[in-house]
């Protein structure tokens, strides 16, 4: 009988130790599914605030960009009408450079005015032009002030070859340094008139042009990048 009651001991307590692991189990199992949903929500935490913090990284890029684009498309867009004084300037000394040569004003050079005919007081030192850019004599001896000095051509002409040349060079090196951030010039003779390009500030006859068509520039236009910064004035044919 006491064999019988040992044995039944013995397996209850078989039991309750089976109960006592299958509970913990359970436990361990419940704490486990916990950390694993908590680490889903940490990735997922972490991974919102990284595409949170690109997005950010991008937008101010992005806005960097912006602000340099308007900075730089401001400051080219005032250089403009320095282009336009160049583009004018050598114009207006000759296109086709066919002078080199002009007549020199002694009164505006030397500030004097012209000697009078012999026998109507004529000055004994009269003014005397000279191709040395060091001073031009102004009357006695020992007197002389530092004058403006000849363009070369010698005594009595102006050279403005040379000064239309530097000109271009200007313009060139100017152009070249502002087409590295994206300004172009645009074309505008020969094309259909475009609103979004072109400003008419006139309708002209043209043999042999079609209606609406660009024939003149009286102001260039350009790009910038692609898009219009400055839209070309130009004569349209009737």
Known sequence: ??????DQEIILDEDNDVSAVVEKVKK??????????????NLAGWQRAQADFINYRRRQEEQMNEWSKMFGEGLIKDLLPVLDTLD????????????T??????????GQQPSPSKGEGENPNPPRLTSDPASISLGEAGESERATPLLKGGAGGLDLKGGIDGLK????????????????????????????????????EAEGADESTVVEEVQKGYLLSGKVLRVAKVKVSK
């Open 88 to 99: 004018a300037s050598v114009a207006q000394v000759g296109v086709k450079e066919k002078f």
């Open 28 to 41: 361990l199992k419940e704490r486990l599914k916990q950390c694993q949903q908590a680490k889903q929500d």
């Open 101 to 110: 040569s002009l007549p020199v004003d002694a009164e505006a050079l030397t």
């Open 169 to 204: 060079m200007v313009r060139e090196q100017l152009m070249k340094i502002l087409s590295k951030h994206g300004l172009m010039e645009m074309k505008s003779v020969g094309e259909k008139f475009n609103p979004e390009r072109h400003e008419a500030v006139e309708r002209v």
């Open 1 to 6: 009988m006491s064999e019988e009651n040992s």
